[in-house]
């Protein structure tokens, strides 16, 4: 190509890509400023020098030298390298900051409202059903109508943490009786979780059982997962897809890359799992600062990594996965799609070398409803009745 050598070739071709995603980057924070403009710069520079690197040695040895030119052009891209990283955490830092003000403001409104809810009922045990939402207008009401509120001596609360929507999302909730907590931004999908997180504790939930807003988790299924939790057999409890059969509305791809990174998980945490990414799932009240993150979109292996370091005791039970009632998956979006991956390596690094978040405000645990004993059995109460949506069954007795 052009007369180049395999190296200049090999770089030519690092470079060009590099400038497409710089590029892309700045299209897709809309930073148009100086950062993007800048690296783009930069990178034309040495793609030039690349195709012509008689100039780059004639500029700085008055002659050519190929050896001398390339150990120059080593110099510039890990220059470019060191400014692209410096850039990169200083926009995290500012995003971490960002998240952060948004989400105590967030809290701060809800505080007068999440006070009021946080006395349990004597002799009840209470149990935070979470969900985080963004833009589900068209399903939530009917997540929200099929759940419960008490169940024997369980009090079920339901949190809706709306992340920024532009639709009637949280006005909905609020006329479903949810409690809801209402960032006034986008912060992504792991953000409101985190606000779920300080929110669910200072309601003094015993346990906490995180579910979809689109209406893809069965209610059916809410005990099932429970149950270990209030027998004390797990401290979190994921429901799997793949336990049983495998949803038939998830593509090929997404089945893979689940199980590309479930099996990541178990290797690097010595879990068993078989479904790393399920959004249904619940931990006791106690664990949940052990898998706090720091990932503010995509958290899952994250969460699971912070839960093997902290010695969290995790299991699953097997779930069905419905059809979405509306909106779309997180991954309708090309970009989105493509940035799972390097967000998911930013994970596994920032799990093995950050400390976990930490919440002061996290409130002292309520100790209404202590651990049993030893060898003591506690018989979960079970729904009052098993509903079934489309052909989808969740009846235990038919597991």
């Given at each position: 190509m052009f007369g180049l050598s395999l190296l200049q070739e090999v770089l030519f071709t690092a470079l060009v890509l590099l400038l497409f995603f710089t590029l892309f980057a700045g299209i897709l924070r809309r930073a148009w400023a100086f950062p993007?403009?800048?690296?783009?710069?930069?990178?034309?520079?040495?793609?030039?020098?690349?195709?012509?690197?008689?100039?780059?040695?004639?500029?700085i040895e008055g002659q050519p030298g190929q050896n001398s030119v390339y150990l120059r052009f080593d110099i510039l891209l890990i220059a470019f390298?060191?400014?692209?990283?410096?850039?990169a955490t200083r926009e995290y830092k500012h995003h971490q900051e960002f998240a952060g003000h948004v989400r105590s403001q967030a809290l701060a409104l809800a505080e007068l409202m999440l006070e009021a809810q946080s006395k349990v009922p004597s002799g009840m045990t209470r149990v935070v059903i979470l969900i985080t939402a963004r833009n589900e207008a068209e399903s939530i009401g009917e997540v929200l109508a099929a759940l419960p509120t008490q169940v024997g001596n369980l009090e079920f609360k339901t949190l809706v943490v709306d992340d920024g929507s532009s639709d009637a999302t949280p006005l909905i909730a609020r006329e479903a009786g949810a409690l809801v907590v209402r960032h006034g931004t986008s912060l992504g999908v792991g953000a409101p979780l985190t606000t779920g997180f300080v929110a669910a504790m200072q309601l003094n939930c015993q346990y906490l059982i995180h579910i979809d807003a689109d209406g893809q988790h069965n209610p059916d299924d809410l005990m099932r997962i429970l149950a270990p939790l209030i027998e004390g057999r797990a401290d979190m409890i994921i429901g799997s897809r793949f336990r049983e059969i495998r949803p038939t509305h998830l593509s090929a791809t997404r089945s893979i890359g689940i199980r590309l990174y479930t099996r990541l998980v178990n290797f690097l945490t010595g879990y068993t799992i078989t479904d790393a990414t399920s959004g249904y799932w619940g931990i006791r009240a106690e664990r949940i600062p052990d898998i706090s993150f720091h990932a503010e979109y995509n958290f899952a292996v994250e969460m699971l990594l912070r839960a093997g370091k902290n010695k969290v005791r995790l299991d699953e039970v097997p779930v069905v996965q419905l059809p979405r009632l509306g909106g779309h998956s997180q991954f309708h979006s090309i970009s989105l799609f493509l940035l799972y991956h390097p967000r998911a390596v930013a994970q596994i690094i920032s799990a093995y070398t950050r400390p976990g978040p930490k919440f002061?405000?996290?409130?002292?645990?309520?100790?209404?409803?202590?651990?049993?004993?030893?060898?003591?059995?506690?018989?979960?109460?079970?729904?009052?009745?098993?509903?079934?949506?489309?052909?989808?069954?969740?009846?235990?007795a038919e597991k």
């Open positions: 993007a403009i800048f690296c783009s710069l930069l990178l034309v520079v040495m793609i030039f020098f690349d195709l012509f690197p008689g100039v780059l040695g004639y500029v390298a060191v400014l692209a990283y410096a850039y002061p405000i996290f409130p002292r645990v309520s100790k209404s409803d202590p651990l049993p004993r030893r060898g003591e059995r506690v018989t979960p109460p079970h729904l009052l009745e098993t509903r079934v949506r489309g052909d989808a069954h969740s009846d235990p």
